[in-house]
């Protein structure tokens, strides 16, 4: 292998790692957002919304992100001739499928909570969000945040699937250089070193996280 | 009805012919009772008897299928006016329910932020005169899970207190306690009946009923079979069903 070929692309490598973070930080705020609304439609047991929130999750758990990210982009804008940027289609499908699963994270951790916390709070006079914003969730992070941590690297694996609406991250920049220079052997491996070098922090995280979550 | 219409303008509580059933099952089968400010209601019978749901109705947690439950004047009966009593009423439970994430006085403070909107200052001046109020002056600072379970009990108790309320609802305060730890919370709740407070128990603590009550209501079979002054009830029980009872909690 040639390690020349690294430093002589340096820059290429590490625009493509800031695109990837960037896309990453984006969708963890929105996904998470996302994940946090759906999960509380759907322990409201209000009706016609829960029903909603579970047939939302249903469609974007039971199809390929792959898909789901071709459709916003190009199905999307060829039914509507409306055109979102490739940033706009990449954030948005990934928000939508990574939310279903947050969601659920988030669900599992609001069902842990007693029902007599919700009764305390009603009698006090506080209302369903202040309870839900104040009492409910700050009890749900022993419980969430392992594995909403744990989700989130698989978001940010996720992007690398932003690739094929031609967002330019760090698989496209990996595939730039090989396509001037070629030895895919070292470029797709640096690409592979960087996406570790971004998730393994976060896999010690959560290992610590269960660790805690077990001893409390 | 004229004089229904004058008591309830009176009375603090007045249910008139509840009923309440969970699927198959009726709980409460026709129930009409009253309570008067500053009185001391104990309602005892068996587990079963429909006593804890009967509270839950006065403070809104359930729901009656029919019939009127008036609380501090407000209808609960009416949905669109029951959420007023939300706030205006306290409720003590047997599992204590506190915010484990929040200090003694952070669950003190919480709605007198929240729902009365006061400032810190002076949400955590009225915080600390509550908690000291149940003799917990010196655990402000701390979580629940560092507290006993009397103490914690106490400190729900002056979280319901905080908010100056009405009434005060005991859904079987100490029945999660050790038996050791029963009479710090009882003693709190006696020093609340001497100051006037309106209290309706649901307890098996049958010596806090005999010393503390105004009236003990004896539920069975989903309606109240027998109510009186405690001496009268513990004394000499007009039914059967209550002398089985008393018997019962009494000899163990």
Known sequence: ?216 | MTTTTTDRKTASVSLVGVHKRFGALEVLKGVDIDVAPGEVVVLIGASGSGKSTLLRIMCDLERADSGEVWVNDVPLHDRRRAPEIFGHVGMVFQQFNLFPHKTALGNVTLALRKVRKLERGEAEERGRAVLARVGLADKADAYPAQLSGGQQQRVAIARALAMDPAIMFFDEPTSALDPELVGEVTGVMRSLAEDGMTMVVVTHEMRFARDTADRVVFMDGGVVLEQGPPEQVFGSPAEARTQQFLHRVLDT
């Open chain 1, 1 to 216: 292998m040639d390690w020349s070929v690294l430093t002589d692309n340096r820059d290429v490598y590490l625009s493509g790692l800031w695109a990837t973070v960037l896309l990453s930080l984006a969708a963890i705020a929105t996904g998470t957002l996302a994940g946090l609304l759906v999960a509380a439609v759907r322990t409201s047991r209000i009706p016609v919304l829960a029903q909603l929130a579970r047939g939302y999750l249903e469609v974007f758990r039971g199809t390929p992100l792959l898909i789901q990210m071709l459709f916003i982009y190009f199905g999307a804008a060829y039914l509507s001739g409306f055109a979102i940027s490739v940033f706009g289609a990449a954030l948005l499908a990934l928000t939508l499928y990574q939310g279903a699963y947050i969601a659920e994270i988030f669900r599992a951790g609001i069902e842990a909570v007693p029902r007599g916390q919700w009764e305390a709070s009603r009698v006090l006079g506080l209302g369903r969000i202040q309870t839900f914003v104040g009492v409910i969730l700050p009890q749900t992070r022993a419980i969430v945040l392992p594995p909403l941590v744990g989700q989130y690297l698989s978001l940010i694996k996720d992007t690398s699937i932003a690739v094929v609406i031609g967002y330019v991250e760090l698989v496209r920049q990996g595939q730039a250089v090989i396509d001037r220079v070629g030895d895919p052997a070292t470029s797709y491996l640096a690409v592979a070193v960087l996406y570790f070098v971004i998730c393994y922090p976060l896999s010690v995280l959560v290992r610590r996280m269960e660790r805690k979550a077990v001893l409390a």
